[in-house]
């Protein structure tokens, strides 16, 4: 079964860097993953892609503080040099043929 | 510029139908597949179910919490996804978002549509 895991809080200072997880389940470490922000009574919008190749896409208007990276089945977005807008529930998304899956979300606040 | 913009939310009572619209704007729609997501008041996102376009051949998917009750379908001459949801419970009560996607991977959302169902 394809599952996401996301710690649900994290926290980090004004100015410093944060490094979120997510988890994929067994069997599926290979799966590319998207990295979705949203922020208090917003909507979703998306940051970005990490393909299985390792290349990635961001979305319209992403800083560069927003970055992805990899090890085994973990996926990781970090955010660089935090601004207090960065506080927010961060959600990965991953998907196979015939199903769409999102992982639980992390809180994330910015000290 | 793209553009998502859910309709139809709404107060409807447990056992009664509802549709949403998602109108698209600024891109192609007819090559794209498109995906409704919920999210309960106080909780995470759910995929709820996807379309995919036309070439490959229009047909849909659904997560199992709605399969049977609802129905997405699309009018590539309107740029125009629908989600038609029957026998509707109180857990459907969520906002409703539709998002554009490639090949599974969602890059733009549209602002939600409220759900309410209550007696």
């Known amino acids: 079964q394809l599952v996401l895991t996301q710690s649900p809080s994290a926290s980090a200072s004004l100015g410093a860097s944060v490094k979120l997880t997510c988890t994929l389940s067994?069997?599926?470490?290979?799966?590319?993953i998207a990295w979705h922000q949203q922020q208090p009574e917003k909507g979703p919008r998306y940051l970005m892609t990490?393909?299985?190749?390792?290349?990635?896409r961001k979305g319209d208007g992403i800083p560069d503080r927003f970055s992805v990276s990899s090890s085994g089945a973990e996926r990781y977005l970090t955010i660089s040099s935090l601004h207090s807008e960065d506080e927010a529930d961060y959600y990965c998304q991953t998907w196979g043929t015939d199903i769409r899956v999102f992982g639980g979300g992390t809180k994330l606040t910015v000290l | 510029e793209v553009h998502l913009v859910e309709s139809g939310g709404g107060l409807v009572q447990p056992g009664r139908s509802l549709r949403l619209s998602c109108t698209a704007s600024?891109?192609?729609?007819?090559?794209?597949?498109m995906t409704w997501v919920r999210q309960a008041p106080g909780k995470g996102l759910e995929w709820v179910g996807f379309i995919r376009h036309k070439a490959y051949g229009g047909t849909t998917e659904y997560a199992a919490s709605v399969r049977g009750r609802f129905t997405i379908s699309r009018d590539d001459s309107k740029s125009i996804a629908y989600l038609q949801m029957n026998s509707l419970k109180t857990e459907d009560t969520a906002v409703y978002y539709c998002?554009?996607?490639?090949?599974?991977?969602?890059?733009?959302w549209g602002q939600g549509t409220l759900v309410t169902v209550s007696s």
């Open positions: 998002t554009r996607e490639w090949g599974g991977d969602t890059d733009y």
């Open positions: 067994s069997g599926h470490s290979s799966y590319a």
């Open positions: 600024g891109f192609t729609f007819g090559v794209y597949a």
């Open positions: 990490l393909n299985t190749d390792g290349s990635h």
